[in-house]
């Protein structure tokens, strides 16, 4: 008999992961989560959704047309089993986390981070529940180039620090028992729908688009020749839900797995927008600044049958037509 493909092995673990009917969400009232719960309610409408979100960084507008339980709890203080009783879920996303970078308590981001996951981890662990949880290419660090999962953690501030706790977290718990899945999917630079309520931390593709909306040049580091990995954040929560039917516990980038300049993606903009706003550079402050970052897609595809589905200009287009649909 023929060798199965790893894509046909892939293909037979999504298939014999059984339907979740109970999922729980941290961090649903944010950009990503929120995009995640409205995908899975629209996916499992049968299912019972709970979010848990402290509203620090995000917004109840992000959960419009949520028909699920809300928690407004903070997960590292909160008491899982005081609010959960003998409830167990199916699956859980965990996504709760301080994402503003340029805070530097040091303390508190690592508290609220580490603590929340340690919590989620406890809560999970008699159920052996499937978990998948939000790491970041962040923990690369300012290595330029193409980034894959096992390259060492280079956390270049204490946010990308904290992620690097969780992803050991997760393989210490994981190597007690082969048959609890705990899944961390390295997130690159996410754009798209319902992300507005986090300000500065909002992706370039937000505040470039709204400078140029605004009848504004657009402004950008010198050159504008720096590569990231923009990733459109339908293709993000498509490969967050296939996580969930990894064949073990491990960390898989997700990204693009293109590396486009700031450049080109002012041309896109200028192109979607049907304007013409020159680009006006200034010096970039930063010594020490990533001037590459790109997934290496290869485990995510072979492992999780992961392929994005949008392009930078396919993503724009698309973030674009929604930013207009809420306009109305
Ligand atoms: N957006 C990106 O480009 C990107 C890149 C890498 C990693 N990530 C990770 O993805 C996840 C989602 O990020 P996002 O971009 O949607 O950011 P976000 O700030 O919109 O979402 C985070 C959500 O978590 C909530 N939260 C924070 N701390 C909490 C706590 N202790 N208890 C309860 N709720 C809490 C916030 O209120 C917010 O709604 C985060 O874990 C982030 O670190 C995002």
Do not use: C
């Not at 600044?289 to 993503?315: F, I």
């Amino acid at each position: 008999m023929a060798k199965k493909t790893a894509a046909e092995k892939a293909a037979k673990t999504k298939k014999s992961t059984k339907k979740p009917s109970n999922i729980l969400v941290t961090g649903g009232a944010g950009f990503i989560g929120s995009n995640l719960v409205l995908t899975l309610q629209a996916q499992h409408p049968e299912a019972g959704i709970t979010v848990i979100d402290d509203f620090r960084s995000g917004d109840f507008k992000n959960l419009i047309g949520f028909k699920g339980d809300v928690v407004a709890k903070d997960v590292s203080r909160m008491d899982f089993s005081s609010q959960f009783g003998k409830r167990r879920f199916d699956a859980i996303f965990h996504l709760a986390s301080i994402t503003d970078t340029t805070l530097h308590d040091q303390k508190q981001q690592v508290h609220d981070n580490v603590e929340g996951f340690r919590n989620v981890l406890e809560f999970a662990r008699p159920a052996k529940t499937p978990i998948v949880y939000a790491s970041s290419a962040a923990t690369y660090g300012i290595v330029s180039g193409v980034n894959t999962e096992s390259d060492p953690p280079l956390p270049a501030n204490v946010y990308a620090f904290s992620k690097v706790v969780l992803d050991n977290l997760a393989r210490m718990y994981a190597a007690r028992s082969r048959a609890w899945k705990i899944v961390g999917v390295r997130y690159f630079n996410v754009y798209g729908p319902r992300e507005a309520h986090k300000g500065i931390p909002a992706s370039m593709i937000w505040h470039l688009s709204q400078q140029i909306k605004a009848g504004k040049n657009p402004r950008i580091f010198k050159r504008g020749e720096q590569l990231r990995d923009f990733i459109y954040v339908k293709d993000a929560v498509k490969n967050t839900i296939l996580a969930l039917g990894a064949p073990s516990s491990g960390v898989y980038n997700t990204g693009s797995g293109q590396a486009r300049t700031f450049n080109d993606l002012i041309e896109i903009l200028n192109r979607t927008l049907g304007t013409k706003r020159a680009t006006e550079y200034f010096d970039n402050p930063h010594k020490h600044y990533q001037n590459h970052t790109e997934a290496d897609l290869a485990r995510s595809r072979k492992e999780l049958g992961y392929e994005p589905d949008y392009s930078l200009e396919k993503g724009v287009e698309d973030y674009m037509n929604w930013l207009k649909s809420q306009e109305r």
